[in-house]
């Protein structure tokens, strides 16, 4: 007995093992596809590479004194302290290009421009040892200089291309400097440029407003300021809401697609299902400020909100009137459990939707004209769509009428309507016997048989359809 009863607790000690081994090896695996995961969840966000391609103004006005030193010496200093700020961060690649300081006036030499620093990793210190060598000569060839800018950058498909142009004067070579962003930007090259104005005369400011983003440096400490101000929006991203509100200006609309367009060059930059988060409050959204949106949100019709500009480093809330109401047309006949219907804007050829019965679909608050695929089609004009309510439409029950032929018939239905006929419908000449789901009303078939070679052939049948009935048509 002690020895059967020894060898029993020997199994099941040699069970409770195998049963651990098991569910360590289940941990493991476990363990393994977390980490998977957990490593490509943190591959996924790893942030977007910034390139910085500093353009900076070294033309002769850049002598003037200016605070503690001359221009061009603040605009070295500070631009090299931010460049020391920048180099650790491994998503950002810098470069330096500037004008006007390798050839002095008189002549005027508009082709005075040259990247000095290309873009590359670890170059801070190559950046800030050109800017100790500049020496300001020439003109500003603005223009000139953000055209050669385009190939400066090198290709690629994720990256963000930020110019930061710091200059103290205006365009002087007859170049247009906001048509050339404005190409740079329409292209994909670039990104809406930053421009700081270096103690600039009041009337030049607007001029710039074209160009990019501008920011007026009035002294040494607010070019300090704007620097790390313009950079933070280079790099970061920030907050924003969209408020889809209804016919009580509430932001209660949702649930609904929004895709952010870049505004220059018409690249989609972001797609979002619209949500009222647990707050009960639109949803808060992270996006780059850099460009200038074009919003539309996904609606049936679509509506949308042009030219909307980003505060960076505060919450934005966008706006957007988008009062919905519902519509729904039933039928209880299962004849049309496929059945789509056409949806237009009440006035207005252009299709909206293809709505199938007995589903429900919101649209934008106003009149609509629907079609129903039926035999023959149903229209009602001018439907009414209410905020926050569901216009419920009913249509009747179909009849089945078989038509029998002795052979393929050529011919047509049609509904009488006065003294004339209203087509309906071609017959299938292919087939001698067809079944067709109509509507309740009166019809008239007209045919003949398609292998007649004479007109006197031609058969013309009346007939009346019931809701839910079911006939039989002998048309020859």
Known sequence: MFSIYFSKCNICSIIVKL????????????LSIFTVLTIEAQETQVPQLTRILFVLDGSQSMLAKWESGTKMKVAQDLLSDMVDSLKFDKNIEMALRVYGHQKPVPPQRCDDTKLEVPFAKDNAKRIKDKLDAVNPKGTTP????????????PKSKDCRNIIILITDGIESCDGDPCAVSLALQSQGI???PFVIGVGLNDEFKDTFDCVGRYYDASNEQRFKEVLDVVVSQALNTTSIQVDLLDMNKRPTESNVNMTF??????AVMYNFIHTINYKGNPDTLKIDPVPTYDIVVHTIPPVRKDSVIINPGEHNTVKIDAPRGSLIVKTTAPEYRDLQFIVRKNGYK?????QSINS?????????DIELLTIPRMKFDNIVIDQSKTNSMFIPNPGLITFVASAPPVGALYKQSGNKLEWIMNLNSNDNIQTLAILPGKYIAICRPKNARES???SKREFTVISGGADKVVLF
């Open 261 to 266: 367009y870049d505004r220059f060059s018409g």
């Open 350 to 354: 252009e299709t909206l939707n293809v």
């Open 19 to 30: 049963i651990n081994i098991e569910i360590m090896k289940r941990i493991i695996f476990l």
């Open 142 to 153: 603005i223009a000139y200089s953000l055209e050669q800018s385009a190939t400066d950058f």
């Open 456 to 458: 006197v052939y031609t």
């Open 360 to 368: 429900e679909e919101k649209y934008i608050v106003g009149n609509y």
């Open 190 to 192: 670039i990104l809406k």
